[in-house]
C-alpha cells in the first residue's frame, strides 16, 4: 500500500473509511482483509438491505442454513444467528484496528429490526440483545434518528453499549442526536461506566438528499432552480459538520470529554452517486474534514482510490456558502423540513421492506435445507 493514494491521503485527512457493505463471502475469502491492507477501510457497516443481498447471493450460508434448519430454528432466529455471526466475524478481523485507533474506528454495525424504529423500549431491549449476542468491544449497534429512536440512543449508550446512530437527514435532527448521545453519557457515567469505551457515530446521509431535491428542482424548471440541482446534499452535510463542532465546545460535551468520553463523529452514509452525469466521488472529495467517517459502496471507493483527487479539508470555512445554497432552496420553493420528514420516513419503509425481503430469502433457505 502506498501513502500516494487517495484513499491514504483521505485517511491522513481525517476521514475513516469504512464500507458500505458485509457478507460471508468477504468474511471467509479474506476479501475484507484484503480492502484493509489494501484500501484503508477502518469500519463496516451493514444494514438489512446488505444482508438481503448476500444472503440471496453466493453459497457461503449454506452450512449454517443447514443446522438452523436441523435444529428447528425459526425465521426470526435464523436471520440473529446469521448477522450475528457475520458482524462477529468481520469485528475479529477488524480487531487490531481497534486496538491501535483505541476504539475509535475497527468498527462493525449491526441495526435493530427496522419494524422498531418507532418503539423505544423494543429497539432499547434488541439493542441489548445483540450487544450481548456480538459479544465484540468494537461492535456498533444501528439505530435510527426518528423520534422514538432517540429515546433508544440516550438508554443504550447509559448501557454503555456503542451506537452508529442512521438516517439522519435534517440539522434539527442531527442536534437532537448528539444531545441524545450526551444524555446517555451523562446517564452512563452515573451508571458507574467508563466513558472512555463508548463511541458513537452520526449517519447523516446525503445522496439521497439530493435525489429528492433533484427531482423537485427539475419540477420548478426555472433556471434558478436547476442551477441548484445536485448542491443540497453536500451543503447539508458540511452544515451538519459545523453543528458537531459547536455541540462539542459547549461546558456539558466539554466536561463529558474531560471525564473520558469521546465525541460523536459525523458519518457520511449514502455516499454513492445516484446521478450517473455527477462526478462518481462527488461525495467524498467535497467532505473531508478531521474527525469523520465517509462509509462507502465498494464502487465509489474503488473509483476514490482510482481517481479521486483529495485537496485537504473542504468542509470548514464552506459553512457561509452551503448555508446561502440551502437559503436558494427555500426561495425557489422547496421545503427542507418537507424533503427531511420525506426522507426519513421513506428510509424506515425501505429498510421495511428489505427486511422483509431478507426473512423470506431465509425462510426459503431454511425449507430448502431441510
Known sequence: MTEATPLAQLSAAGVSIWLDDLSRERIVSGGLQK??????????????????????????????????????????????????RDVADASDIFRPVYDASNGVDGRVSIEVEPGLAHDAAGTIAQAKQLWAKV??????????ATIAGLEAITETIAAGISVNVTLIFSLARHQQVIDAYIAGLEKAKANGHDLSTIHSVA????????????????????????ALKSKAGVANAQLAYDVFIKAFETERAAALLAAGANAQRPLWASTGVKDPSLPDTLYVTNLVAANVVNTMPEKTMEATFDHGVITGDTVTGSYADAQAVLDALAA??????????????????????????LLETVKVALEAAK
Not at 480492502?35 to 449454506?62: C, M, Q, R, W
Not at 434448519?69 to 444467528?81: I, L, R, T
Not at 459479544?135 to 435510527?144: E, F, L, T, V
Not at 424533503?339 to 419503509?349: D, N, P, R
Open 35 to 84: 480492502l484493509i491492507d489494501e484500501k484503508n477501510v477502518v469500519g463496516v457497516t451493514t444494514n438489512p438491505t446488505i444482508f438481503a443481498s448476500a444472503l440471496a447471493n453466493g453459497h457461503a450460508y449454506e452450512a449454517q442454513v443447514a443446522e438452523l434448519a436441523a435444529s428447528g430454528a425459526s425465521v426470526d432466529e435464523a436471520v440473529f444467528e446469521i448477522t450475528t
Open 332 to 357: 425557489v420553493g422547496v421545503s427542507y423540513d418537507d424533503v427531511t420528514e420525506l426522507l426519513e420516513s421513506e428510509g424506515v419503509s425501505k429498510f421495511i421492506i428489505s427486511w422483509g425481503e
Open 135 to 144: 459479544d465484540r468491544a468494537n461492535a456498533m449497534i444501528k439505530i435510527p
Open 203 to 226: 449517519s447523516f446521509f446525503v445522496s439521497r438528499v439530493d435525489t429528492e431535491i433533484n427531482n423537485r428542482l427539475d419540477a420548478i424548471g426555472s433556471d434558478e432552480a436547476i
